[in-house]
């Protein structure tokens, strides 16, 4: 398990003080190491400083003084040099040579791909070969796995690092690529005029990268999922084996061994999560998906939107005359009203509007009330409307009339309803001709009992119904206002009411 995290001395150099002078000596000696020139005398080191334009001036004393830092820093590694020493003198100075330390190189190398990057933008692609390389690599792995091994562990070890590869590339290409797109000053540019020449080129890209995505990515998927850790780990033996036998002076314990063990374990679950993802959470790959199909949307949101702009400045004479010549020829007024009815709309729709409250009859319909009368004011500043004083009224005699009428119309309801009932029973497809409030009533009992477990519910009218529906019987239940084919339904008054014994006729 990965203890605490140390302060990287290494990278001290980054954010000294004469940082600048430090990077420059260090960069130096990075370059040099790519041409496998590995150590470096003072006074090439000088020759290159005062080589450079800012740098004419360039002590020696100063230098030796800052190589010796950076060896403090574990940047540098010193070696004496006997080679050259011609007098005592010289052997007494203790000539060095320098070479730059592992973590150096590693540092100049990131910093190096860091100074390439243009501004603040991200790069990345969307590659459609990676996932055809890796899917080959797989199947590859897969065949060997089948066969026994029976390469060299180099050659394994080769496989391994063209996996890694791959998919470090497809990881990583495609999540700058996303980042970019998703970024702001990408969908500034995408909003303005000139993005229409690359419109096509963008949806060309990204719509052949989906295609080629669903080609081979489901077939990677599909090969993960049947190679598990156990399946591989027979491979996983082969590339410890190829690195046992790099010769190296130090011995191999234990405890690096299981290192390299658990770095296998490690690069091969995240890419299996990467394309089939875990119970608790879905692939990277859905994700890349349903992301690069946002980008085509968007892109076709921008371009539609872009368009509606450009053609809201044209003149619409032409649309305009077109469609005079299609009224003029028109063989009847019905064809013309016909054709007004599709380009402008129906013209004769009648707008209601009620005030809220004016009834407590949930089934009361719309049209059957009373429209509200709207009086209109005028647009004008210098309008106040007049008020005068007035008292109180009462309305209790209003409210009671109003009462009385609702529960009068409740009672003639509930009478309608249970005369349905023969003996106890309402068999839908036994019944006549029904009121429309009546339909609407019974299938709100049906709503609430195929919520209940027992299908039984209270009603309103103070008695309890039980619902059976026969979904292999179907009926027509006939109302004033239309017809519903519906199942059969059987509705049981089970108490509360002495009613129920009328007849359907």
Do not use: C
């Not at 027979?234 to 190296?248: G, M, T, W």
């Not at 091969?268 to 608790?280: A, D, K, L, Q, T």
């Not at 409030?437 to 195929?450: D, E, H, P, Q, T």
């Not at 199942?487 to 049981?492: A, R």
Request: no cysteine; aromatic share 10%; net charge neutral.
């Amino acid at each position: 398990m990965q203890g605490p995290m140390k302060k990287l001395i290494e990278a001290s150099y980054l954010t000294a003080e004469n940082a600048a002078e430090y990077r420059t000596i260090l960069r130096y000696f990075y370059l040099q190491h790519e041409r496998m020139r590995d150590f470096i005398s003072p006074e090439e080191v000088l020759d290159y400083m005062r080589s450079v334009p800012h740098y004419e001036h360039y002590e020696e004393e100063q230098l030796l003084v800052q190589l010796a830092q950076l060896v403090k820093w574990k940047n540098l590694n010193a070696r004496q040099d006997m080679t050259n020493a011609k007098t005592i003198e010289e052997y007494k100075k203790k000539r060095f040579r320098y070479q730059s330390t592992p973590y150096t190189i590693e540092i100049e190398r990131m910093v190096a791909t860091l100074e390439k990057k243009s501004g603040e933008s991200f790069g990345g692609s969307l590659e459609k070969s990676q996932f055809d390389r890796l899917l080959e690599s797989v199947n590859k792995l897969d065949h060997e796995l089948k066969s026994g091994l029976s390469e060299s562990p180099e050659t394994y070890m080769l496989l391994w690092e063209d996996l890694l590869h791959y998919f470090r590339t497809i990881r990583t290409s495609t999540a700058d690529y996303i980042a970019y797109i998703n970024s702001e000053q990408t969908d500034q540019r995408m909003q303005s005029e000139a993005f229409l020449v690359y419109k096509s080129q963008f949806t060309t890209y990204l719509r052949d990268f989906i295609v080629s995505l669903q080609k081979t990515s489901f077939q990677i998927s599909d090969q993960l999922e049947r190679m598990d850790q156990q399946v591989v780990e027979p491979f996983f033996d082969k590339l410890a084996d190829h690195k046992r036998q790099i010769p190296r002076l130090e011995e191999i314990g234990e405890e690096m061994v299981l290192e390299w063990y658990q770095e296998f374990h490690d690069f091969w679950r995240v890419m299996r999560s990467w394309f089939i993802g875990s119970v608790s959470q879905s692939s990277e790959l859905e994700m890349l998906q349903l992301q690069t199909n946002e980008m085509i949307r968007r892109i076709t949101r921008y371009v539609q939107r872009m368009s509606e702009r450009h053609h809201s400045h044209h003149s619409r004479k032409k649309d305009y005359l077109h469609l005079a010549g299609l009224f003029s020829g028109s063989r009847s007024m019905e064809d013309a009203h016909q054709l007004s009815a599709v380009v402008f709309g129906s013209m004769t729709i009648r707008h209601l509007k009620i005030e809220e409250d004016t009834t407590e009859n949930i089934h009361s319909d719309v049209w059957e009330e009373e429209p509200i009368i709207l009086p209109i004011k005028p647009r004008i500043r210098t309008y106040k409307e007049k008020t005068k004083p007035g008292a109180m009224e009462s309305n209790a005699e209003k409210k009671k009339a109003l009462r009385e009428q609702y529960l009068a119309e409740k009672e003639q309801e509930q009478r309608m309803i249970e005369t349905l009932f023969i003996n106890r029973k309402m068999i839908l497809s036994e019944l006549g001709v029904v009121e429309p409030f009546v339909r609407k009533v019974i299938l709100s009992w049906i709503g609430k009992a195929m919520a209940s477990k027992k299908q039984v519910i209270k009603t309103d009218y103070g008695f309890t119904v039980s619902v059976q529906v026969h979904r292999d019987r179907k009926t027509v239940l006939h109302a004033a206002d239309g017809v519903l084919k519906m199942p059969d339904v059987t509705l049981e008054m089970k108490g509360g009411s002495s009613v129920g014994t009328g007849s359907n006729d």
